[in-house]
């Protein structure tokens, strides 16, 4: 169930605090993927992280977030599943959600509210051919 509005503003400031951190395992993860460097350890680090964003952020009704990291998870989950090679194009694909992702959160921060994440859900969908 969503928080209200008050409640949001109320639990705003704990969101941002466990956000960041998931938002940062997923840019580490991503960028030691594009380095060649892809371990079960860092996929399953990724795919948890993704899972936990999207959870929070529909808790907090912050629907952008969600719906980027939900696709984020899905494609992680794909991975662990060995239904998806992570190829330059998909890891390329992941940072820019993860960088998307992060420009949001910091939107919300400044209280300019999210920012719209289709550009970067299109993206991941079409080179992973998974959709939300």
């Known amino acids: 169930m969503p928080l209200t509005p008050d409640d949001q503003v109320k639990y705003k400031s704990l969101y941002l605090q466990t956000a960041k951190p998931?938002?940062?395992?997923?840019?580490?993860?991503?960028?030691?993927?594009?380095?060649?460097?892809?371990?079960?350890?860092?996929?399953?680090?990724?795919?948890?992280?993704?899972?936990?964003?999207?959870?929070?952020?529909?808790?907090?009704?912050?629907?952008?977030?969600?719906?980027?990291?939900?696709?984020?998870?899905?494609?992680?989950?794909?991975k662990v599943d060995n239904q998806l090679e992570l190829t330059p194009e998909v890891v390329a694909a992941l940072k820019a959600a993860a960088d998307t992702l992060f420009n949001t959160v910091a939107s919300i921060e400044n209280d300019t509210g999210e920012t719209d994440v289709a550009t970067g859900v299109e993206n991941l969908s079409k080179v992973t051919q998974i959709l939300i």
Do not use: D
């Open 22 to 78: 998931y938002i940062n395992e997923l840019q580490n993860a991503f960028t030691l993927f594009s380095q060649g460097n892809v371990t079960p350890e860092e996929i399953e680090i990724a795919h948890r992280a993704a899972h936990s964003l999207t959870s929070q952020s529909n808790m907090m009704s912050y629907t952008q977030i969600a719906k980027l990291a939900s696709l984020v998870e899905k494609v992680m989950k794909a």
